[in-house]
């Protein structure tokens, strides 16, 4: 039951980040494409009839949802940038006090970012507080503080029991690209098509 819900929300969290940064990309562009044919005498007519000034508040809104459940993500597979240099020469014992304690660190932060944005929320809800384009209210946009921070204070406790039990922490490969196996790769050609290796009738 529990890895089931697990799974649905890893889901939920990658279609609502999908979901929302190519709605921006969608928005931003249109809004782009208005501006320039704004410029053009023959379209003036027409783009006089559309009122974009929304757009770019709309499209900022949506990135920052957007950033927020993105590092809940980045959290959840291992993309964060970290630098563990100091940290891999150490013994495993006490490599093992120093990473938990670092993730124990970032359950800390996590969880009073979003507990003092849930604080903002729920006093900025009780305002007359709108956006300034789209007059929208703007406890629904501040939202994404408490619910992208707490998510994100509950990935890192999913890793630091996953590190825990296992002793192992998400990492991507940057190298990996999905679907092709390593042994699918002609590695001289690729160099070759780069133009990092020459190719074999040229040597």
């Known amino acids: 039951m529990l890895r089931t819900l697990g799974r649905l ?12 940064l190519a709605a921006a990309t969608l928005v931003i562009f249109a809004a782009v494409v208005h501006r ?13 009839q559309i009122n974009m000034s929304w757009a770019q508040e709309l499209g900022i809104f949506m990135i920052i949802w957007v ?21 891999n020469r150490l013994s495993p014992p006490y490599r093992r006090i120093l990473i938990s304690i670092g993730l124990l660190g970032g359950v800390l932060f996590t969880g009073v970012i979003g507990t003092l944005g849930a604080n903002y929320v729920w006093q900025i809800g ?8 789209m007059e929208l209210p703007m406890w629904p946009i501040y939202l994404c503080i408490p619910l992208g ?5 509950f990935r890192f406790l999913q890793v630091l029991w ?23 790769l002609d590695l001289d050609a690729v160099e070759a098509q780069a ?7 040229e040597e």
């Open 195 to 201: 133009g990092l290796k020459p190719k074999a009738d």
């Open 126 to 133: 009780h305002t007359d507080q709108t956006s300034e384009e």
């Open 162 to 184: 996953s590190y825990l039990r296992h002793g192992t922490l998400p990492h991507r490969d940057h190298g990996h690209i999905e679907g092709v196996a390593a042994s699918d």
């Open 149 to 153: 921070s707490y998510l994100m204070c």
């Open 9 to 20: 929300l890893d889901h939920l969290e990658e279609w609502l980040i999908a979901i929302l």
């Open 67 to 87: 950033a927020k459940f993105g590092a809940a993500y980045g959290v959840r597979v291992g993309t964060h940038v970290g630098v563990d240099v100091l940290v």
């Open 36 to 48: 320039f044919a704004s410029g053009m005498p023959a379209l003036q007519p027409y783009t006089q």
